[in-house]
């Protein structure tokens, strides 16, 4: 059985602002092995691109801080790392694609500089060297005219060819590790199965494990062997893929599921997860989707639920299971 790469441990990442302390991520555990995939979905503010932050050490501090629980990459305690050493690991051993890369790019600089010093700040190359490594990136990911594209701005690229150069500086030095924040949102359909296939014949060859961090269900069926459904900071189902699209068990996993289209001969209408996320400064007492859950008992409006084994490899967090299996820590 292959250890672990990344291992995640009870993680809590808090901001504490003037109006109250933002429980960003909430006790979330999970691991993911080298050569595989796991998929982190959720609603907007449900916490995965701060989990993803958190990995990086990249949490804004003041006012973010990780106030407790272990990031274990390669056995070592990321959060015991000295900035200067976190330094060495981004881009090299993990690497990320960022959700927008208008704000990830440097607009002063061309394309080539910024690939080019991307790749000779880890790796022991010539200018010449990177530079033709970059042109070769640039095209796997489809850019066209590479030669006359990489001494653009980025500026000069639309939002799905500035998608595609961050693809590039991600896969640049080859990582142990990539994040990807929404890789393909910008992306026209077509682009995007040339992208996750670049994606997948990427982590063949270099064994890389993948976190795929997203709102599309397509995607996550598509690439991932595992996924982490969170919200409202938490985790609350981990299971495999097959696992969760046949048997997902969380009511908030379920109304995700529901509210995908579906090709069917009748036309009915989708069925929606009723009301909002809640208030990460002022959650509800007991369990945080009590409010908009149609499953909701008077217990749960109280108890905060923890996470329950359910089968093999299948942990959800919800009182519903609670009752009749044992609460485990991850």
Do not use: W
């Amino acid at each position: 059985m292959k250890a672990a790469l990344l291992e995640v441990r009870h993680l809590h990442t808090h901001f504490f602002t003037k109006s109250g302390t933002v429980k960003a991520v909430d006790d979330v555990s999970f691991s993911v092995k080298p050569g595989e995939t796991l998929g982190i979905v959720g609603e907007s503010g449900s916490g995965k691109s701060m989990t993803a932050m958190s990995i990086l050490g990249l949490i804004p501090s003041p006012p973010g801080k990780i106030v407790s629980g272990e990031i274990l990459f390669k056995g070592e305690d990321l959060l015991k790392k000295s900035e200067k050493e976190m330094r060495q690991i981004r881009g090299k051993e993990i690497s990320m694609v960022f959700q927008d890369p208008m704000t990830s790019l440097n607009p002063v600089f061309t394309i080539e500089k910024q690939m080019v010093e991307t790749i000779r700040a880890h790796e022991k190359v010539s200018k010449k060297q990177a530079f033709e490594r970059s042109l070769d990136l640039l095209h796997l990911v489809g850019i066209p005219d590479v030669k006359k594209r990489i001494k653009m701005y980025p500026h000069e690229f639309s939002g799905g060819m500035r998608q595609r150069v961050m693809i590039a500086m991600a896969l640049s030095c080859n990582p142990s590790l990539l994040i990807a924040d929404e890789p393909t949102t910008a992306l026209d359909v077509t682009i995007q199965a040339q992208i996750l296939e670049l994606f997948k014949k990427m982590q063949d060859e270099l064994n890389m494990a993948i976190i795929m961090i997203t709102h599309d269900l397509g995607v996550v069926a598509e690439v991932c062997d595992e996924v982490l459904v969170m919200y409202a900071g938490k985790a609350v189902e981990m299971t495999y893929t097959k696992q969760l699209f046949d048997n997902g068990k969380h009511p908030y996993t379920l109304g995700l599921m529901q509210s995908i289209p579906k090709i069917t001969p009748n036309k009915e209408k989708l069925e929606v997860i009723e009301g909002l996320p809640p208030d990460l400064r002022r959650l509800p007492k007991g369990c945080h989707f009590a409010p908009r859950c149609k499953y909701v008992m008077e217990r749960c409006l109280i108890e905060g639920p923890d996470m329950t084994k359910v089968s093999e490899h299948h942990t959800v967090r919800c009182l519903l299971y609670e009752k009749t299996k044992k609460a485990v820590k991850q």
